[in-house]
Nanobody, 115 residues
Framework: QVQLVESGGGLVQPGGSLRLSCAASGRIFSINDIGWYRQAPGKPRELVAGITSGGITNYADYVKGRFTISRDNAKNTVYLQMNSLKAEDTDVYYC?????????WGKGTPITVSS
């Protein structure tokens, strides 16, 4: 079993920055794709940013140029640097990882962008 624990969420003013972290633990043999998703109440979960085991990244159009995803394979951790935050970035952010050939989700970390 693999556990994903997110951290770094909270309240930030518009234009501010946050850095999310997601640490994977447990019986890990390999981690392939890792991504950050967001979900608003009543809406489907959507991909914000993803990164492959080889370091190839992809982003939702609305975060390109503002968010950066990275990973530290030695620490089994993925990061999401979020800059120039907007009110519409308010959401619960979830970490997702394909580990040992199975997909796992974290419990989510809320982000509120408000003055």
């Amino acid at each position: 079993q693999v556990q994903l624990v997110e951290s770094g969420g909270g309240l930030v003013q518009p234009g501010g920055s946050l850095r999310l972290s997601c640490a994977a633990s447990g019986r890990i043999f390999s981690i392939n794709d890792i991504g950050w998703y967001r979900q608003a109440p009543g809406k489907p979960r959507e991909l914000v940013a993803g990164i492959t085991s080889g370091g190839i990244t992809n982003y939702a159009d609305y975060v390109k140029g503002r968010f950066t995803i990275s990973r530290d394979n030695a620490k089994n951790t993925v990061y999401l640097q979020m800059n120039s935050l907007k009110a519409e970035d308010t959401d619960v952010y979830y970490c997702n990882a394909v580990a040992n050939g199975m997909k796992y989700w974290g419990k989510g970390t809320p982000i509120t962008v408000s003055s």
